[in-house]
């Protein structure tokens, strides 16, 4: 029965009633009542349902039907799944979280910083576009273009980003 499963979730979460409850903004007495089935009113199950639910993770199936798994799937860490998707080691992943971490102005300043360091400043003859007349570009030197051209990109969009970010703060 339902009312087994609300009981089973309470448990597994280590609740009272009254802390479970608290968690559903509902009193001990009604919790008492929906793990008796002593609910009446259709209305207020189907709502209580769909927060108990919410609130602690449980597939609405699970709960209406005991069909499948109590909980739903962890969320995935984003960055760690792009992590180990690039196989990034520990300290790669660190410095990945930690730049996701930073205020969306102070990556967008990181990234015109990386620019100029990594594009301008260092005048890398392989990251200077051919002059024409030359032989055709090997493909590094293509590649060193394309990176060129997209650091370009890069450049612009994050200052779009920070112009707007301060017209919003303005």
Not at 23 to 49: A, H, I, M
Not at 100 to 122: I, S, T, V
């Given at each position: 029965m339902i009312s087994d499963r609300i009981k089973m979730v309470r448990m597994k979460s280590g609740l009272s009633q009254a802390a479970f409850g608290?968690?559903?903004?509902?009193?001990?007495?009604?919790?008492?009542?929906?793990?008796n089935d002593r609910l009446k009113k259709p209305e207020q199950k189907e709502?209580?349902?769909?927060?108990?639910?919410?609130?602690?993770?449980?597939?609405e199936t699970w709960l209406r039907t005991?069909?499948?798994e109590m909980l739903l799937p962890e969320p995935k860490d984003v960055t760690a799944e792009v992590a180990e998707r690039l196989k990034l080691n520990d300290f790669e992943a660190l410095i990945l979280r930690a730049y996701m971490d930073l205020p969306q102005?102070?990556?967008?300043?990181?990234?015109?910083?990386?620019?100029?360091?990594?594009?301008?400043?260092k005048k890398?003859?392989?990251?200077?576009?051919?002059?024409?007349?030359k032989q055709a570009e090997t493909s590094w030197?293509?590649?060193?273009?394309?990176l060129n051209e997209e650091a370009d990109a890069?450049?612009?969009?994050?200052?779009?980003?920070?112009?707007?970010?301060?017209?919003?703060?303005?």
């Amino acid at each position: 029965m339902i009312s087994d499963r609300i009981k089973m979730v309470r448990m597994k979460s280590g609740l009272s009633q009254a802390a479970f409850g608290e968690r559903l903004g509902v009193s001990r007495d009604v919790v008492n009542n929906v793990e008796n089935d002593r609910l009446k009113k259709p209305e207020q199950k189907e709502s209580l349902y769909r927060l108990i639910c919410r609130e602690f993770s449980v597939k609405e199936t699970w709960l209406r039907t005991g069909e499948g798994e109590m909980l739903l799937p962890e969320p995935k860490d984003v960055t760690a799944e792009v992590a180990e998707r690039l196989k990034l080691n520990d300290f790669e992943a660190l410095i990945l979280r930690a730049y996701m971490d930073l205020p969306q102005e102070l990556r967008n300043n990181f990234c015109a910083g990386m620019y100029d360091n990594l594009f301008k400043a260092k005048k890398n003859p392989a990251l200077e576009k051919p002059e024409t007349g030359k032989q055709a570009e090997t493909s590094w030197e293509r590649d060193a273009r394309l990176l060129n051209e997209e650091a370009d990109a890069v450049k612009k969009v994050g200052e779009a980003l920070s112009a707007s970010q301060h017209t919003k703060n303005a």
